[in-house]
């Protein structure tokens, strides 16, 4: 069913203005708008004659999303060694799995220290997957 009326807030994000800019133009008259209670209703019509055209409905938002960020420090690990656990990461993570996007991965090697510090973005079961491997490569 096609909605009739906005509320300010809504019209704010149709328009890509602040809600304040919107409540001015009401105030001011360039918007028509009812005043219901302590809140405003635009209807459809007088939108749309104020932006020259058609109101699109936004586009429904997906689910909420997490990010995460990890910081891994793997200690006795030569140059030889980094670059392998290196490879087989960076793979693993750009490989996304099930729709999923790709896990980013930084890795860098202290030569003197003999340790690999590894830095990873992305969703949270793709970290949580690529920690996990972590885990049985720093057990091996």
Not at 85 to 96: D, E, M, Q, S
């Amino acid at each position: 069913m096609e909605q009739r009326y906005y509320s300010v807030d809504q019209v704010a994000e149709l328009l890509g203005l602040h809600v304040k800019t919107v409540r001015g133009y009401i105030r001011d008259g360039r918007l028509a708008a009812t005043r219901i209670g302590k809140q405003y209703r635009i209807r459809r019509e007088d939108l749309e004659a104020f932006g020259g055209g058609p109101v699109e409905a936004p586009e429904p938002q997906g689910p909420a999303s997490a990010e995460v960020s990890a910081v891994v420090r793997l200690e006795g690990v030569d140059r030889d060694r980094a670059d392998r656990v290196t490879t087989l990461l960076t793979a693993a993570a750009a490989t996304p799995g099930q729709g999923r996007p790709p896990v980013h991965v930084q890795a860098v090697h202290d030569p003197g220290a003999r340790s690999l510090r590894l830095v990873i973005l992305g969703d949270a079961a793709g970290t949580a997957a690529l920690l996990d491997l972590v885990d049985r490569v720093a057990q091996n």
